[in-house]
Structure formats: structure tokens, C-alpha cells
């Protein structure tokens, strides 16, 4: 429910930053589920370097987990907070 308005914020904050759509670009047909407490999100990559929601038989190639109370932080660039955030 809450994946497609999380994909468009998402590719409005890529396409203001074209440095970002070129690292994400490589990783096109790639799947990822990121997890912020108590949402889901699974999301593709596109060539374009934009994410769509995943097909629902997607599979993901990375999961990543983080708490609410760290986006903030990462939206500041708090070196500390990235150290905080599961990858796997």
C-alpha cells in the first residue's frame, strides 16, 4: 500500500541527484526489501538509475533494515547513523 508513494518520493529525490541514478543504475533488474519498522518496501531497480515496486514474485538481492528514529540522521548525513543500518 504505501510502496508506490514510497517509489515516487523516492524517484522525486533521485532525479534531483544524478550522481545517485548513476550508482543505482548498474544494479538494474535488481530487487532490494528495505525495512523500516513496521514497513516493508520492495523495490526494483530501473536502468534509469529510478526504482518501480517489485513484481510480487521478485526476489531481492539485498535486505536492508533500519530504524525509523535513524532516517533523520541519514537525511543529515550522520556518518554514525550509516553504521547503524543492516545489510544483508
Known amino acids: 500500500m504505501l510502496a508506490a508513494p514510497a517509489a515516487a518520493l523516492i ?11 548513476e ?25 534509469s538509475g529510478e526504482v518501480v515496486v517489485a513484481q510480487a514474485d521478485a526476489v ?8 525509523p528514529s535513524l532516517l533523520p540522521r541519514l537525511l543529515l548525513k550522520d556518518e554514525a547513523a550509516y553504521r547503524e543500518v543492516a545489510v544483508s
Open 11 to 21: 524517484n522525486h529525490l533521485l532525479r534531483g541527484a544524478p550522481w545517485a541514478r
Open 60 to 67: 531481492p538481492s539485498v535486505e536492508i533494515s533500519l530504524s
Open 23 to 47: 550508482r543505482l543504475a548498474p544494479f538494474a533488474g535488481r530487487t532490494a526489501r528495505i525495512r523500516i519498522f513496521p514497513t516493508v518496501l520492495v523495490l526494483t531497480a530501473l536502468d
